[in-house]
């Protein structure tokens, strides 16, 4: 049965590696987002990036090297399909790779407490230290861990290897959603080339709304990673600015040369 006792003005509870802060219970209703919204987050912000940021820079040296709109849309719409299926197959192959590598890093870490189970049980009392047990609790807290070897193999893979077993990424979840991340992102420089405005028109609208989805995108970043919504939006409207503006030399480039 857990005890609590009062230690320089602060209320800890017994647990079985020690003494830790209680619980704030207010903070309990503001729960992080857990390792697998955390990674579909991650991968569909950056798909949305990569398919505005590509094809943003890709039809504005289309437009400037004066293609017409059916040039645009073919070469727009197959950097598209090609680049939805890149991300995707290179999300996949990277959450498994970083699954793999993670379980046999654990595999290693059983191993070693089979093997030599002495040396690192005292890695465990470091351990313990590092994190702040007081030191006339830690020969009983490193008891307590040692004693069953999962609770063992799963404090090491934590503390010393900085992994939780339960965290795992799932490789199909964030290859599609970074697929349909990328094809969203793609959207707003290529609608305007499927509206009847001129060349010319089209282009300009392909800007604007590319550089107001950019600065929305950075805006929701800001906000689901509570730091400044300005500085956030700034960052996303200068690369896809910067990328308008190396498609847009590309293809004022190759226009003059008659390409």
């Known amino acids: 049965m857990s005890t609590t006792r009062t230690r320089t003005g602060r209320q800890w509870q017994k647990t079985s590696i020690g003494h830790f802060p209680a619980k ?96 690192e049980r005292h890695h465990v009392a470091r351990l313990l230290g590092e994190i702040g047990i007081p030191r006339h609790t830690v020969r009983d807290s490193t008891a307590r861990i040692v004693q069953t070897r999962p609770r063992w193999l799963k404090f090491m893979a934590r503390e010393n290897l900085g992994i939780h077993q339960n965290r795992a990424e799932t490789p199909l979840k964030n290859s599609l959603v970074m697929g349909v991340a990328v094809v969203a992102g793609s959207t707003p420089p290529i609608v305007p080339y499927l509206l009847p405005l001129t060349l010319l028109a089209a282009r300009d609208v392909s800007w604007g709304v590319s550089l107001a989805a ?46």
Not at 240 to 249: E, R, T
């Open 24 to 119: 704030d219970r207010s903070k309990e209703r503001e729960s992080p987002p857990s390792s697998s919204q955390s990674s579909l987050i991650r991968e569909g912000i950056f798909g949305l990036n990569d398919g505005l940021v590509a094809t943003i820079g890709l039809v504005s040296g289309e437009a400037l090297s004066h293609q017409g709109h059916l040039s645009i849309l073919v070469a727009g719409l197959s950097a598209v399909g090609a680049n939805m299926v890149s991300m995707a197959v290179g999300s996949y192959l990277a959450t498994s790779s970083e699954n793999d590598f993670m379980n046999k890093e654990i595999k290693d870490q059983e191993r070693a407490i089979r093997r030599h189970p002495h040396r």
């Open 214 to 259: 950019a600065l929305s995108l950075g805006a929701v970043k800001g906000r689901l990673t509570h730091t400044s919504l300005l500085k956030s939006s700034l960052s996303f409207g200068v690369l896809v600015s910067l990328s308008a503006l190396v498609g847009a030399l590309i293809g004022m480039g190759l226009g003059a040369a008659g390409i």
